[in-house]
C-alpha cells in the first residue's frame, strides 16, 4: 500500500491572550491508502487540531500552523494556497464532524447541500449533481432518497443526518476521509449502524479514513492502524492487533484498562489518575509522569522521544528502548 | 428506515394536511401567523391598501373618467358627494382619487427605501460579521458614527438641498426613497452583523468551510439566509417608518411635491386653520390612510417577528 498522506513534525499552536498552547506538538504520522488510521486520546490532547491542519482549517488567529509538513500526493499542503487547498477540500479530503445535528445548514434542503459540494468540485451541472445526490443517499441506506433530498436538516434524526452528511462527504470520491468522532453523539444501535456503513463505504471505494475517536471500542472494530496521542504528542503507534495486544505506554494501558469488559465482576472501571495537563503549563519531562505510576526520576527532566521498539511499533517512554 | 419515517410524519400531523408531505419552515411560519389575529389583521389591511393603491387610479380612470389632475370647476373645495365620495381639494381635484396615488407612492417609496437599505445593510453586516476583528472594527466605526448623524434634521437638509437645486417633481419622489434608504442601513446592518458573528462559528460552517467554499459564497449563500428571519421582520417595519418619513418629508414641502400626491403632503393643508376647522374631508383621510397603513405594517411585522422566532415552541 503507498502512502497516501504524510505528515512529519508537524507544530500547531494557538496564541492566546495567555501564552501559547502547543495543541499539535511535534506530529508525525502516515496514512496508507485504503488504510484507516485509529486517532486516539483524552479530550483536549489535540485529535482534532492535528486533522483540520490537514486542510488547513485552524482559525487564524489564534491558530497557526508552526512548522512541519503535511505531504499529500507529493505536495506539501502547509505550503498551498488558499484556492489549492479549497480545490482539496470536499473534493480529496473531506470531513465528518462530530455533531450530525448542527453540521448541516438549517436554512437549506439535505439535497441543495449536496448537490452544492458536487457542482463546486465536479463538471456537472444542476441536474446530474441531483441525480447524484440521490444517488449517494441511496448508497448510505437512507430510504425514499428521493423524498428525502428534498427534506430539510431538522426533519431528520441524528442518524439519517449523519448518514446524509457521510453522503455529502462522499459525494466526490475523497482520497482521504476525516471522520472526526463520528459518532460519539448518536445512540449506541445507530453508532454501530455509521460504523458499518463507514466500513462498506472504504471496502467500495478504496478512500483511506483518519477515524478520530476516544472510543478504543471504536478503533478495535474500524482501525488498521492506531496513534494514541497524550497533550499534542503522540505516545504510541502500532498496529491494531499489536496495540490491544501489546500495549506499551503507561498511557496505553491506562486507557485500555478503562474501557469497560462485558462479563466482568468489577465494581467500577478503572480510570487513569489525575487530569489531563493545562495545555499552557506543560509539566517538564515526559507530560505523563504526574499521572504515571511508573514514574522515575529520568521521567521528571527528560522528555522521551518516540522510538521504534518493534517493527512497527514505536512508543516516547523512558522504560522502553529503542531497537534498531 | 423507521427514523426518517417516524420524522416525516412529526412534520405531517402538525399540519394535518395530506401524508408525505414535507413541512417546510415556511409552512410552520404560515402556519404561527395564521393563528395570530392582530397580525392577520394587519395583514389584511396592508392588502388592502395595496389593492386599493395598485388598482384603484385604473378604475377611477377607465370607469369614472376621474385622474388625480382632472378639475372638477363645478366642485372646487366640495365636500364628499356622490360623485366626489371624499370630496374635492382647493382645485376641484378628486380627494379620493389622489389618495389613491398617493398610496401607490408612499407604499413605493417604502420598498424602494427599505430594498435600498436592506442590500446595503445585509452587506456591510455579513462582510462585518463574517471577517470580524480589525475589518468588523473599522466597520462598526464607521456604522457608529453613521448612527450619531440625527437623521431627521439630515433628510431635512438633503431634501432642502434638492428643492434648491429645482429637481423635477417627477424625479424627486427617486431622490426621496434613495436618501431615506441611504439613511437607514445602519439599524439592520448591527442586527446582521451580530447574528452572522454567532453563525459563523457554527458547525455548519466549518463543515461548509471543509467543502472548500469561497468567503462570498460562504458569507450571501450560507450565513446570510440563516439571518432571513430578521431581516424580513426589520425590513417590515422599516417600511413603515419609511413611509412616516416621507410623509413628514412631504408634510414640509420637501418630499413630493405637486401635481403629484402624497399622504403626507395632502395633510399639510391642515396647517390653514380653516381647512383644518371646517374642510375636514381634505386632510382626515390622508391623515387616516398613513396610520392604518403603518399601523397594519406594524401588527404584521411584529407578528412576523413572533412566527419567526425559532424559540418559540410550535
Ligand atoms: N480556537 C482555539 N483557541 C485556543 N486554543 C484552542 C482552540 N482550539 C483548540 N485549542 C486547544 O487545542 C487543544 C487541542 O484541541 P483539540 O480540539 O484538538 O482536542 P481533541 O483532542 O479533538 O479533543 P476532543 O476529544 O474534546 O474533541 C486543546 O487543549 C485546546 O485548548
Ligand atoms: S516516560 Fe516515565 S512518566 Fe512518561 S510514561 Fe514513561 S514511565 Fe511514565
Ligand atoms: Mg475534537
Known amino acids: ?324 | 428506515m423507521a427514523e426518517v419515517k417516524n420524522n416525516l410524519n412529526k412534520g405531517v400531523e402538525l399540519k394535518g394536511a395530506k401524508k408525505e408531505d414535507i413541512m417546510s419552515p415556511w409552512k410552520i411560519v404560515r402556519h404561527r401567523l395564521r393563528r395570530n389575529k392582530l397580525a392577520m389583521a394587519g395583514l389584511y389591511i396592508l392588502l388592502f391598501m395595496i389593492v386599493v393603491s395598485v388598482f384603484g387610479p385604473i378604475v377611477q380612470k377607465y370607469v369614472f373618467g376621474i385622474t388625480m389632475e382632472k378639475i372638477d370647476l363645478y366642485n372646487i373645495s366640495a365636500p364628499p358627494s356622490l360623485k366626489h365620495p371624499l370630496g374635492t381639494d382647493e382645485v376641484g381635484r378628486d380627494i379620493l382619487t389622489r389618495l389613491m396615488y398617493g398610496g401607490r407612492i408612499s407604499l413605493t417609496v417604502g420598498i424602494v427605501a427599505v430594498s435600498i437599505s436592506v442590500v446595503i445593510g445585509s452587506i456591510i453586516g455579513g462582510i462585518s460579521g463574517y471577517y470580524g476583528g480589525v475589518v468588523d472594527g473599522i466597520i462598526m466605526r464607521f456604522v457608529d458614527i453613521f448612527m450619531c448623524f440625527p437623521f431627521f434634521p439630515l433628510l431635512l437638509m438633503l431634501a432642502a438641498v434638492l428643492s434648491d437645486y429645482k429637481v423635477d417633481p417627477k424625479y424627486r419622489i427617486y431622490f426621496v426613497m434613495v436618501i431615506i434608504g441611504i439613511l437607514s442601513w445602519t439599524g439592520l446592518a448591527r442586527i446582521v452583523r451580530g447574528q452572522i458573528l454567532s453563525l459563523r462559528e457554527q458547525e455548519f460552517m466549518q463543515a461548509a468551510e471543509a467543502l472548500g467554499l469561497r468567503d462570498r459564497r460562504k458569507i450571501f449563500r450560507h450565513l446570510l439566509p440563516n439571518t432571513f428571519a430578521s431581516i424580513i421582520v426589520s425590513a417590515t417595519l422599516g417600511i413603515g417608518s419609511a413611509i412616516l418619513s416621507e410623509s413628514a418629508l412631504s408634510y414640509l414641502g420637501l418630499g413630493v411635491t405637486p401635481p403629484y400626491p402624497s399622504w403626507g403632503q395632502m395633510v399639510q393643508v391642515a396647517t390653514d386653520y380653516y381647512v383644518m376647522k371646517y374642510e375636514y374631508w381634505k386632510w382626515i383621510p390622508p391623515g387616516v390612510c398613513i396610520f392604518l397603513t403603518v399601523m397594519a405594517i406594524n401588527l404584521f411585522g411584529d407578528g412576523l417577528r413572533d412566527a419567526l422566532d425559532p424559540k418559540l415552541k410550535r
Do not use: W
Request: aromatic share 4%; with cysteine; net charge negative.
Open chain 1, 1 to 324: 500500500m503507498g502512502e497516501l498522506l504524510s505528515i512529519k513534525n508537524l507544530k500547531t499552536y494557538f496564541y492566546t491572550e495567555d501564552g501559547v498552547i502547543k495543541a499539535v506538538d511535534d506530529v508525525s504520522l502516515t496514512i496508507r491508502e485504503g488504510e484507516t488510521l485509529g486517532v486516539v486520546g483524552e479530550s483536549g490532547c489535540g485529535k482534532s487540531i492535528t486533522a483540520m491542519s490537514i486542510l488547513k482549517l485552524i482559525p487564524n488567529p489564534p491558530g497557526k500552523i508552526v512548522s512541519g509538513e503535511i505531504i499529500f500526493e507529493g505536495k506539501d499542503l502547509t505550503k498551498a494556497t488558499d484556492s489549492e487547498i479549497r480545490k482539496i477540500r470536499g473534493n480529496k479530503i473531506s470531513v465528518i464532524f462530530q455533531e450530525p445535528m448542527t453540521s448541516l445548514n438549517p436554512v437549506f434542503t439535505i439535497g441543495d447541500q449536496i448537490i452544492e459540494a458536487i457542482v463546486l468540485h465536479q463538471n456537472m451541472n444542476r441536474e446530474q449533481a441531483r441525480e447524484k445526490a440521490i444517488d449517494m443517499l441511496k448508497l448510505v441506506g437512507i430510504p425514499r432518497a428521493n423524498e428525502v433530498v428534498d427534506a430539510y436538516p431538522h426533519e431528520l434524526s441524528g442518524g439519517m443526518r449523519q448518514r446524509a452528511m457521510i453522503a455529502m462527504a462522499m459525494a466526490c470520491n475523497p482520497k482521504l476521509l476525516i471522520a472526526d468522532e463520528p459518532t460519539t453523539a448518536l445512540d449506541v444501535t445507530i453508532q454501530a449502524q455509521i460504523l458499518d456503513l463507514m466500513r462498506e463505504l472504504k471496502n467500495k471505494t478504496n478512500t483511506s479514513i483518519m477515524l478520530i475517536t476516544h472510543d478504543l471500542g471504536v478503533v478495535a472494530e474500524m482501525a488498521d492502524h492506531v496513534v494514541v496521542m497524550y497533550a499534542g504528542k503522540i505516545v504510541e503507534e502500532a498496529d491494531v492487533f499489536e496495540i490491544f495486544k501489546n500495549p506499551l505506554h503507561p498511557y496505553t494501558i491506562g486507557l485500555l484498562e478503562s474501557k469497560p469488559i462485558l462479563n466482568q465482576d468489577k465494581e467500577r472501571l478503572n480510570s487513569i489518575p489525575g487530569q489531563v495537563p493545562n495545555p499552557l503549563n506543560m509539566p517538564e519531562g515526559c507530560y505523563f509522569h504526574p499521572r504515571c505510576s511508573k514514574a522515575m526520576d529520568i521521567c521528571r527532566k527528560e522528555q522521551p522521544k518516540l522510538c521504534s521498539v518493534k517493527d512497527g511499533h514505536k512508543v516516547a517512554c523512558h522504560l522502553y528502548k529503542e531497537v534498531k
